[in-house]
Nanobody, 116 residues
């Protein structure tokens, strides 16, 4: 089992920045991909960003160039630096990790609100 603790959400004005953290504990060996999904009210959940154990990253088109995902494997922690935030980035952000090929674990979710 892997436990995830998220932090860093909050309220920010348009154009501001936030950094989300996702710390994994427990059976953290063989963690492969780490990342975040988000879901806004009335919208489908979407993948925001992911990073593999090899450092490969992928981003949603809507955040590419504004968000940067990174990870510190010594701390079993992933980070999502969010810059130039827009009101449409408002959502609950949930981190996830994939251990091995398919075991997926989720964080508790953190609210990000961008005011106009």
């Amino acid at each position: 089992q892997v436990q995830l603790v998220e932090s860093g959400g909050g309220l920010v004005q348009t154009g501001g920045s936030l950094r989300l953290s996702c710390a994994a504990s427990g059976s953290t060996f063989s963690i492969n991909t780490m990342g975040w999904y988000r879901q806004a009210p009335g919208k489908q959940r979407e993948l925001v960003a992911g990073i593999t154990s090899g450092g490969s990253t992928n981003y949603a088109d809507s955040v590419r160039g504004r968000f940067t995902i990174s990870r510190d494997d010594a701390k079993n922690t992933a980070y999502l630096q969010m810059n130039s935030l827009k009101p449409e980035d408002t959502a609950v952000y949930s981190c996830y990790v994939v251990r091995g090929f398919w075991e997926t674990y989720w964080g508790q979710g953190t609210q990000v609100t961008v005011s106009s």
